[in-house]
């Protein structure tokens, strides 16, 4: 290459050669970055649009989340109150007209406004606002000393493991989280997409620092979860962990027990016209969870089954008129609901189809609502409501964000396995993944370098011993070059490595254990190095001056004198050309075979194991020691090629 | 060393014996070994084949008598035919090979291979008929390919190896016939899906950035040390990576072979636009002709015959590549390598072998259209005048 700056010294010269290098370099890298990106967002985005991979959320009629001064006599108009489940409540501010308050299961007519995150009643609320429960036994984690602190209590009756739990005055809010992987028993770590208070091992307790080490959203336990335990996280003051026995944990640790108390709450209004004529509504929270055991709308004081009703009869294609148990309801088939009067005919419990339905098809009947379109969370009605009636949801369970971050990005970046990683976090791991094992552990990645990297020098030696022998053979004796060069030339297009799992159970059945030994890379890199190595050097075996042969001929010289002094110093240079293509080649044939016979000392071996791990950073560090070790090896050619030919200079 | 330089002489009698002994003494072993025992059991050879092999081994063992430097090679098919027949008579019995069959077989190959060697060393000279030149060039080549596959199938049916350790030259028919749909399913996803459609897009990227770097000096010194450190790159461990990247379907395996074909091309197509006599380009500029002109008539045709150089290596690393490629990333069962890598670990070896005398043919048909195209595109660059 032209070099401007070569008269204007030797250092500036270097640098003259190496920047252009490194920019190109620095560029390279750079460009990971967008291309990571490109194969990884549309994953992303995948990750995040996948319901399976959103949180879920119980929404319940909000309680009052302070004590009123005095809850036994009721509120007077122009009363503040606060509720719990202020965000929400505050997303609802602008539109009060949806909202309903709530006592004991069913609405109250008292009208209200709202002000600054506080509800204003605008009429009066007769009777108790709250009612007190049974205070909770515990607590029972720390029964040593009397008022301990601790953070496990227990409903004295586990039917009002529901109710809404008050300590101090102040309403606590529930929340858990699953945590991403599944307890397989041998799993330690565990991520969990938010939270940071204890983590519940089934139903057991485990406290940061006694029982886990916390590294923001990664957990590692101290000792494995049994298998497919539940792992949860609390993300807020209390979980329920045994609904059976209704044990509930705090998230912080609680002298005296919390007490429940149920009373006046906030509930939800669902959205459609009450004329009693429309029968669609949609609840204000989707995407629902379908085969939601929590969800519980009610019509006024009365609760909704979310119940299906199938026929009496068979749905064998044939029959019209089915039986169900109920007299009323929103008939399906395969989950599209039949119109009355034009579908079909009711009288009384017996469904009489215009057409039969087809064989096996889904026939049921809803007596209270459907769920019909839950992405949207419509519900369809049995029975239209009619005017002053009031359609309210006491509780239901719907998606409420991604798991893994609010936008594409950030969903990529917490993905667990990436398509291509930053290279930044290549050169993050790579110090602990070098020193993660001692030098005398077979897994260390340097002794795997050096194992691989003796058996391509291996390889390489008996391929170019074979070569150089077999080419001097061709050049000696024409015959054996007029009968196989043309098949050693034709051989090339040959995959030979695809020879490599022939060559490895043959090996296998002479006895080499070929999962702990360098034969088969040796065999296999020797294999492939010494095609080049051949034609290489019988080409340079040839490229002799005729002249040069004449004169040594007009001296008489021996053919051996002829070979030595004419014939191999023109070799040399070819010999070693093609023995820098042959390292090249060797390498792949090593890691191939290394690869095939699951030798787990090489190279070969370690990435497919961090491929199937899915550790991408830790594959990208390995691919870069394979690509210094090809360059290292052929800059060792290049050595050896100036150490034994000196004179060949160019 | 088997013979000295000679020439033959200029007409000897027909009848005149000079016996060619290398070919002479085999034939005779082998005529010998007729006597001896076929089977292990000490099962001799029935009438009706025996006739016929001491026939064509007295065919064979006559040129040789003879000793005519362009007589003998007529053995070779002789030798052959009779190392055939022995294979078939073996192949027949129950057991394994006796002395006899191993005399018959080796004694029959060994004089094909000193017949054929007779014929490569005559030393011809410009003015001996041209169908001498062209036999010495053929023959050679041709009854090493028949001798190599005779001596693997004679070899194993004499000993009577496993197929589930080494296959037959005739299991490998048997199965090139039997999976031949399937194998050219495999041959088409591993080829047309993977193999050309990665040697196209590497070679357009590869000119289109080689063509950059040619007339960008910077990216030159910064670029090209870079490329031609990566040819010593194992670009196939990207294989697993970008299985990741792009899924285990086939465009992770095209995009092997871009990167691998790419490389190879950069510097080729570098090289091939830059290194221009400077005479030439001079000449064009003195009659003012612009730099697009430069290119298309003279920097780009010269640049031809080092792309076709490129494109030769690219086809054959490519095919390697590929194959390793989809040892790597086990994706759908499809694919030569995948074959060949699920048929090696069942034991079905016929099946490997048929996949890598389909996956070479069909590398070695690429390369001829290759070297075709070349000839006609580039056919007046002086490289290719000669020849």
Same mark, same amino acid.
């Given at each position: 290459m032209a070099l401007g700056a070569a008269d204007a010294g030797g250092a500036r010269a270097r640098l003259g050669r190496a920047l252009p290098v490194l920019t190109v370099l620095a560029l390279g890298v750079a460009l990971m970055y967008p291309v990571a990106l490109w194969l990884g967002l549309p994953l992303a985005r995948k990750r995040m649009e996948n319901l399976a991979n959103w949180l879920v959320t119980t929404t319940a009629a909000h309680p009052l989340a302070a004590v009123p001064d005095d809850p036994a006599a009721g509120a007077a108009p122009g009363a503040r109150l606060t509720f719990g489940g202020a965000a929400e409540l505050e997303a609802a501010a602008g539109a009060p007209e949806r909202l309903v308050l709530v006592k004991d299961g069913a609405p109250l007519a008292a009208p209200f406004g709202f002000d600054g995150g506080e509800l204003v009643l605008e009429g009066a609320v007769a009777g108790p606002l709250l009612t007190w429960g049974a205070e909770l036994a515990g607590p029972l984690d720390e029964g040593l000393a009397p008022g301990a602190a601790g953070h496990l209590f227990r409903f004295a009756d586990p039917a009002e493991a529901g109710r809404p739990l008050y300590l101090g005055g102040r309403l606590l809010e529930a929340g858990v989280v699953d945590a991403a992987e599944r307890a397989d028993g041998v799993t330690v770590a565990f991520t969990f997409p938010l939270g940071e208070g204890p983590v519940l091992v089934g139903e057991r307790l485990v406290l940061e620092g006694a029982g886990f080490e916390a590294d923001g959203q990664r957990v590692t336990l101290a000792a494995p979860p049994p298998f497919n335990a539940p792992v949860r996280r609390l993300t807020a003051d209390y979980a329920v962990v045994d609904a059976a026995s209704g044990t509930v944990a705090l998230a912080q640790p609680s002298p005296v027990p919390p007490r429940a108390a149920s009373g006046l709450a906030l509930a939800e209004l669902l959205v459609g016209a009450v004329d009693g004529v429309n029968r669609t509504f949609e609840l204000q929270h989707v995407p629902l969870v379908e085969n939601d055991p929590a969800r519980r709308l009610m019509l006024d004081d009365r609760e909704l089954s979310s119940a299906a009703e199938r026929p009496r009869?068979? !749905?064998? @294609?044939?029959?019209r008129t089915f039986t169900f148990a109920g007299a009323r309801g929103v008939v399906t088939v395969d989950g599209r609901e039949a119109v009355e009067g034009v579908d079909y005919e009711r009288d009384g419990a017996q469904v009489t189809f215009a057409r039969p339905p087809t064989r096996n098809a889904q026939l049921r009947q809803y007596p209270d609502y459907l769920v019909s379109d839950p992405a949207a969370g419509v519900v369809t009605l049995a029975v239209a409501p009619q005017p002053g009636q009031r359609l309210w949801a006491a509780s239901y369970t719907y998606y409420d964000r991604p798991a893994c971050g609010a936008t594409a990005l950030d969903c990529f970046l917490s993905?667990?396995?990436?398509p291509m990683p930053f290279p930044h976090w290549i050169a993050q791991r790579l110090g602990p993944f070098l020193t993660a094992y001692p030098l005398a552990d077979a897994r260390n990645v340097v002794r795997a370098t050096l194992y691989t990297a003796g058996g391509t020098l291996l390889a390489l030696a008996v391929g170019a011993l074979l070569g150089v022998l077999l080419a001097v053979v061709f050049v000696a004796v024409r015959p054996a070059e007029r009968a196989l060069l043309p098949w050693v030339i034709a051989s090339q297009t040959v995959p030979i490595i695809a020879l490599v799992p022939v060559l490895l159970l043959l090996l296998g059945n002479v006895g080499v254990t070929v999962q702990a030994s360098l034969v088969p890379a040796t065999l296999i890199g020797a294999y492939i190095a010494f095609f080049p190595v051949t034609v290489g050097t019988v080409t340079g075996l040839r490229s002799v001056d005729p002249l040069a042969l004449d004169l040594m001929k007009s001296y008489a010289a021996s053919p051996v004198e002829v070979f030595w002094k004419v014939r191999f110093p023109a070799a040399v240079p070819f010999f070693f050309t093609s023995l820098k293509l042959g390292a090249a080649a060797a390498l792949v044939g090593a890691l191939v075979a290394e690869t095939e016979s699951n030798n787990r000392f090489g190279l070969g071996y370690a990435i497919v194991g961090q491929v199937q791990a899915g550790n991408v950073a830790d594959v990208w560090i390995l691919l870069l020691i394979s690509a210094a070790l090809g360059i290292g090896l052929v800059a060792l050619v290049g050595l050896a090629q100036r150490l034994i030919a000196p004179w060949e200079r160019r | 060393m088997i013979g000295a330089q000679e020439r033959a002489p200029a007409r000897p009698g027909l009848l005149r014996l000079r016996p060619f002994w290398p070919a002479a003494l085999p034939a005779l072993v082998a005529l010998a070994g007729l006597l001896g025992p076929f089977g292990a059991g000490g099962e001799g050879l029935t009438g009706a084949l025996a006739a016929p092999l001491a026939a064509l081994l007295a065919l064979a063992l006559l040129p040789a008598l003879h000793g005519g430097a362009w007589v003998v090679p007529a053995a070779t098919p002789f030798a052959l035919a009779a190392a055939f027949l022995a294979l078939l008579a073996q192949r027949a019995l129950p057991s394994v090979a006796g002395w006899g069959y191993w005399a018959v077989l080796g004694g029959a190959l060994l004089a094909a291979v000193a017949a054929t060697a007779r014929v490569s060393v005559i030393d011809l000279q410009g003015h001996d008929p041209a169908w001498q030149h062209r036999l010495q060039r053929a023959l050679p080549a041709a009854a090493v390919a028949f001798l190599l596959l005779l001596a693997w199938e004679g070899l194993v049916v004499g000993s009577r190896v496993p197929k589930g350790i080494f296959p037959r030259v005739s299991d490998i028919g048997a199965a090139l016939v039997s999976s031949w749909s399937v194998l050219m399913a495999d041959a088409y996803l591993t080829f047309v899906r993977e193999v050309a459609f990665g040697l196209g897009v590497g070679l357009l990227f590869g000119f289109l950035v080689g063509t950059a770097v040619a007339f960008t000096p910077f990216l030159q010194r910064g670029f090209l040390p870079l490329a031609t450190a990566f040819g010593a790159v194992p670009i196939v461990g990207l294989a697993p990576v970008l299985g990741r990247a792009l @899924? !285990?379907?086939w465009q992770s395996k095209a995009a092997v072979v871009v990167i691998v074909a790419f490389f190879p091309v950069v510097l080729n197509t570098v090289q091939g636009l830059t290194n221009v006599e400077p005479l030439k380009l001079e000449l064009l500029r003195s009659y003012a002709a612009s730099p697009l002109q430069a290119f298309f008539r003279l920097r780009l045709p010269n640049a031809l015959p080092y792309l076709f150089t490129a494109l030769k290596v690219a086809v054959v690393v490519g095919v390697v590549s590929v194959i390793v490629a989809e040892f790597l990333i086990p994706g759908p069962p499809n694919g030569l390598g995948q074959r060949i890598s699920l048929s090696a670990h069942r034991g079905a070896f016929d099946v490997v072998f048929a996949a890598i005398l389909v996956s070479s043919l069909i590398s070695m048909g690429i390369y001829a259209v290759v070297s075709l195209l070349e000839r006609l595109l580039t056919g007046w660059h002086p490289s290719n005048r000669g020849s």
């Open positions: 009869e068979r !749905v064998d @294609g044939a029959t993905m667990p396995q990436h | @899924g !285990v379907d």
